[in-house]
């Protein structure tokens, strides 16, 4: 399922977001009703990889179509 209009890929299959680079830590979906199959299926939506920082902090870099978002932990 590379297109991202069906069932969530498992183990082994890639998303629509793999062959550009490093493969994503996390995949973002969306729930769709497909009227043809007759289920709710989930469409790839974005992608979410962690990074360390110069500094050492872990940190996520979240992409979802042209947005690009930067994504820390909640810390108090």
Avoid: H
Wanted: glycine letters at 14%; aromatic letters at 10%.
């Amino acid at each position: 399922m590379g297109s991202g209009d069906g069932e969530m890929p498992g183990k082994g299959e890639e998303s629509s977001f793999s062959g550009k680079g490093e493969r994503p830590d996390f995949r973002v979906v969306q729930t769709e009703y497909d009227q043809r199959l007759g289920k709710v299926v989930f469409k790839d939506v974005g992608a979410m990889w962690k990074n360390k920082s110069k500094a050492g902090n872990d940190f996520y870099t979240l992409k979802i179509g042209k947005l690009r978002l930067l994504v820390f932990t909640n810390e108090k």
